[in-house]
């Protein structure tokens, strides 16, 4: 029988939806060991892990299909997938709401000072904070326009905020005032007064924010990073912040991680930290599960999955 295995531990209602849309396919979703015996026979793969790529790219694996359960894919075997023709599609699009969020909560806080105020409350002291900022009619550039970038910039649209866009093909979007490609990165620092970074790593993002790019960006501006932490050139960040070139920034993704107890970052007063899950949501699973069925439906009547699938030579 042919076999789908679930290695992120799906949860009853989803099996059954599974189930109903795959009724020739044995579903393989229990302990670690029984999907060990099991993995080489599988044709598809729900999610991904080290002894997975061990077992399913065995000469001998019957696996055509990865349906990875996250966004990023940079740590998955891209070019063994291409030379073995094993689609790959990815859960792009479940993160828009939750990481949009995080995002205005960072960039809010920046602008009422709502950080600072915290770290008052925990030392039991009143103090004023001087005048706050706003950020409606702020300027926003977003450097990597997906799904995330998408509803970033549909929210900024209630501030009455003017939106600048990065992304690789340069093509518009309808809550984007001005979108560019990457010739135009540096205009877009040099506007912005909040800079979101929502970019995929890939060879081309690899520290494509370096000191170069800080001392690019608009004085009193802040950087927020919710992409990739491999994006950004760290000790670049932490001299930007240090000399006063940026008024701070908010960080969920780092170069290493978890993020050592001997970073600067830790004690920076202008710096919001939170620990990568600024994609986590009560409702995630519901929506990956939505985009897996979705394409498992297509790929039950012969077609190839059409939905979020990832280019193997552009790693996204």
Not at 38 to 49: F, M, P, S
Not at 108 to 137: T, Y
Not at 184 to 197: I, K, P, T, Y
Not at 254 to 261: A, D, I, K, N, Y
Request: net charge negative; glycine share 8%.
């Amino acid at each position: 029988m042919r076999t789908i295995a679930c290695l992120y531990g799906p949860q009853p209602r989803h099996l059954e939806t599974i189930r109903s849309a795959a009724p020739g396919f044995d579903i393989v979703n229990g302990d670690e060991s029984e999907l060990r015996a099991r993995l080489e026979d599988a044709e598809i793969v729900v999610g991904w892990n080290e002894w997975a790529e061990e077992i399913c790219l065995r000469p001998q694996s019957k696996l055509r299909w990865v349906q990875a359960w996250g966004a990023g894919v940079e740590h998955m075997p891209l070019d063994a997938f291409e030379r073995r023709n094993i689609m790959l599609t990815n859960a792009s699009g479940v993160h828009a709401y939750p990481i949009s969020e995080t995002v205005f909560g960072m960039m809010l806080s920046f602008a009422r000072k709502l950080h600072a105020a915290a770290r008052n409350q925990a030392d039991k002291r009143w103090a004023w904070l001087g005048e706050l900022e706003e950020i409606h009619g702020k300027t926003l550039g977003l450097v990597g326009v997906g799904a995330i970038g998408e509803e970033i910039a549909r929210l900024a649209r209630a501030f009455r905020m003017q939106v600048l866009g990065v992304r690789r093909s340069g093509a518009p979007s309808p809550h984007v005032d001005r979108m560019y490609d990457h010739h135009g990165l540096n205009e877009v620092l040099a506007e912005s007064d909040f800079v979101v970074v929502t970019l995929p790593l890939t060879k081309d993002t690899r520290r494509l924010i370096d000191a170069s790019r800080f001392k690019h960006m608009k004085p009193g501006a802040y950087f927020i990073n919710i992409g990739r932490g491999l994006t950004v050139d760290t000790e670049a960040l932490i001299e930007a912040l240090r000399s006063g070139a940026i008024a701070g920034a908010g960080l969920d993704v780092f170069e290493q991680e978890p993020l050592p107890e001997s970073s600067p970052l830790w004690a920076m007063e202008n710096v919001i930290i939170t620990p990568h899950n600024s994609g986590s949501s009560v409702y995630y699973d519901d929506r990956a599960a939505e985009i897996f069925v979705a394409n498992l439906r297509d790929y039950v009547q012969g077609k190839e999955p059409g939905r979020n699938r990832v280019d193997l030579r552009n790693q996204y």
